[in-house]
């Protein structure tokens, strides 16, 4: 059975079936492309910050543009003079807003896996109605048309509710994980800051410098 005989056989409640997945497929599509880890924590900055600050100069607008990661060491640096309790806390606020922006649409793709099943459990429950009313009907016996017709929609939905909520399911605890591990990753690089800054007895300078433009501030 190809695509239009299953969203003719399917009935109307293929609609929304249709429409969930192309949805899912979007999601799925667009998160596998924004939750890398290289793209958002990338091995290895904390310690390159790390080595910068023993320099003596960090370029905020480099460290910012560089990565979320960057965004958060940036916040944290920003604040290095109210000492360390002061810099831990705006690590972790910069923090939380990364991970909500890496949270972001999973919320709807696990709304997705859930309600595609009970959207065919819904077209099965219609399509054997349609079956007993036939029977329940004077002419039920001769009338094997409708009887295949009320049953092919119970199967079609039904297997249509999986064939989009079992990817859905898959890919959304997939994507919970991996915001889980670069999570990790990059409570990992910033304590790493964090515990250098406490050994650090040099003054700390910093800059926030476009190199394209050659303006810079220095907001030390």
């Given at each position: ?25 979007v ?22 910050v ?27 640096l ?6 360390h309790d ?33 959207i065919?459990l ?45 990817p859905a399911?898959m ?14 990753r990059?409570?990992e ?25 050659g ?6």
């Amino acid at each position: 059975m190809d695509m239009l005989g299953a969203l003719e056989v399917g009935g109307w409640l293929m609609l929304p079936l249709l429409g969930c997945s192309l949805v899912a497929t979007v999601i799925i599509i667009e998160r596998l492309w924004t939750l890398r880890a290289s793209r958002i924590a990338p091995a290895g900055l904390g310690g390159e910050v790390c080595a910068l600050v023993a320099e003596g100069q960090v370029n905020l607008y480099w460290l910012e543009s560089h990565s979320p990661l960057g965004g958060v060491l940036a916040a944290g640096l920003r604040n290095t003079r109210l000492g360390h309790d002061q810099v831990r806390a705006r690590l972790q606020q910069a923090a939380v807003a990364v991970i909500h922006d890496m949270e972001r649409f999973l919320s709807p793709l696990g709304t997705i896996a859930a309600i595609t099943p009970l959207i065919g459990l819904l077209g099965t429950v219609i399509g054997m109605i349609e079956v007993f009313s036939v029977l329940v009907s004077a002419e039920g016996p001769g009338r094997t048309a409708d009887l295949a017709g009320g049953i092919s929609q119970a199967l079609v939905t039904t297997a249509a509710g999986l064939t989009v909520a079992i990817p859905a399911l898959m890919f959304h605890r997939f994507f919970q994980r991996r915001v889980e591990d670069i999570t990790v990753r990059m409570e990992e690089q910033a304590s790493q800051l964090v515990d250098f800054l406490a050994h650090h007895p040099g003054e700390l300078n910093l800059t926030e410098r476009d190199e394209a433009s050659g303006r810079g501030v220095r907001s030390a």
